[in-house]
């Protein structure tokens, strides 16, 4: 990577409009988490069935709602798969959420998390189960957060069909 590359071009066509990165590895363990909120534009939506009507029909993803809206996850990395080492770091969960925007076809949001192992951070007495299960727990949380996602106007208004209260 340059010094001149933006968070928009690591995030492709989308635009990067939040990002969350742990303040340093989970001591011990040497686990950290990050946190990428992206918005995507939907190109040729017109053209063909748009992403509500995609979502539904989408076997083998788990289909949801956030903040009311449809929503899809489209990638996960089990604590079963042979993980890679990249970077320095071994990638233990992964998970990217797409949900559709209220009032906008055109438009989607990706929240994708990612939960990484520093190669060597880990103590050794911490085991590879110990390590998952903090990563499971971390991605555990990124579920949990997405559940409070609340969708606002251009006031400030919130726009959900569920209760705020």
Do not use: H, N
């Not at 076809?105 to 903090?134: C, H, K, N, Y």
């Not at 996602?149 to 705020?164: A, F, S």
């Amino acid at each position: 990577m340059s010094a001149t590359t933006s968070l928009e071009e690591l995030a492709g066509l989308g635009r990067v409009l939040d990002t969350y990165v742990t303040a340093g590895p989970v001591p011990g363990c040497g686990v950290s988490l990050s946190i990428v909120v992206t918005s995507v534009a939907v190109e040729d939506a017109g053209q063909r069935a748009g992403p509500r009507e995609s979502f539904a029909g989408a076997r083998g993803r788990q289909s949801l709602l956030i903040g009311g809206e449809p929503a899809i996850c489209v990638s996960s990395v089990s604590s079963g798969v042979e993980r890679p080492v990249t970077g320095g770091m071994r990638v233990l969960r992964a998970k990217t959420v797409i949900s559709c925007v209220p009032g906008d076809d055109d438009v989607l949001i990706s929240f994708a998390v990612m939960v990484a192992q520093l190669e060597g951070g880990a103590s050794p007495d911490t085991s590879e189960d110990e390590a998952q299960a903090v990563a499971d727990a971390l991605v555990e949380l990124f579920d949990a957060m997405m559940t409070t996602v609340r969708w606002l106007d251009d006031q400030g208004r919130v726009i959900t069909d569920r209760p705020t209260t």
